[in-house]
């Protein structure tokens, strides 16, 4: 993963010069299904409107109310989307990603950036970050990964897969320090998957049966 979001900048500068589509330098409207990409600049997409692919290197990128894209990429900037958004992946560098509402994607990651994932939504497959908090509430998610953000699962949410905490890729000892991530999760939340630490977290777990699905895998290593 690691590798794939360092190259990720070089990536969206290549499909940018390469790729035929238009450059929009300052900020754009994307709309019509079509792709929008801006290496410095905003690009948003109206009420009602879809768009293809996004991209953008230094911007952001604002998706109304009922608005639908396909993939979007950005190395350095925030994802905001309303209610009733649909979108296929998010995949940031660095920015965060702020969903309203009737959220519908299939994967949201990010390297270094919070998410926040606000209720009757879907994510179908993962939600992943490295250096980022996740809040989730009330809604439906397929698994969550992290390296050392919190957690923050809250309401009536279904996790369908595993929330995995990942052993860090730099030599790092397992200790008990107090810069361990944490993981909460609320007492109506419904976990169909496991809860995987790969290093030490701290747990506040409100429904005691979620103890069972702990799986510890630092120990000794």
């Known amino acids: 993963m690691n590798l794939k979001h360092s190259l990720l900048a070089f990536t969206v500068a290549s499909t940018l010069s390469l790729s035929g589509c238009v450059i929009h330098v300052g900020n754009s409207q994307a709309s019509g299904g079509r792709d929008a990409s801006s290496v410095l600049g905003d690009i948003k997409v109206s009420h009602h409107q879809q768009a293809g692919d996004i991209s953008t290197v230094n911007g952001n ?12 990429s950005v190395v350095n900037g925030d994802v905001d989307l309303e209610q009733h958004v649909i979108v296929d992946t998010i995949d940031i560098v660095n920015g965060n990603v702020s969903a309203g509402e009737n959220l519908t994607a299939r994967k949201i990651d990010t390297v270094n950036g919070d998410i926040a994932i606000s209720s009757n939504s879907q994510v179908y497959d ?3 970050s490295v250096n980022g908090d996740m809040t989730i509430d009330g809604s439906s998610v397929g698994s969550i990964t992290t390296v050392n953000g919190d957690i923050y699962i809250t309401g009536e949410s279904t996790i369908t897969g595993d929330i995995t905490f990942k052993r860090p890729n730099s030599r790092w000892e397992l200790s008990d320090g107090d810069d361990k991530p944490s993981l909460h999760i609320g007492a109506d939340v419904n976990l169909l998957g496991n809860i995987v630490l790969e290093r030490p977290v701290d747990l506040t777990l409100e429904n005691q049966e979620h103890n069972a699905l702990i799986i510890e895998q630092f120990g000794n290593q």
């Open 126 to 128: 993962v939600v992943e």
């Open 61 to 72: 990128v604002e998706i109304a109310e009922y608005g639908m894209a396909e993939d979007i």
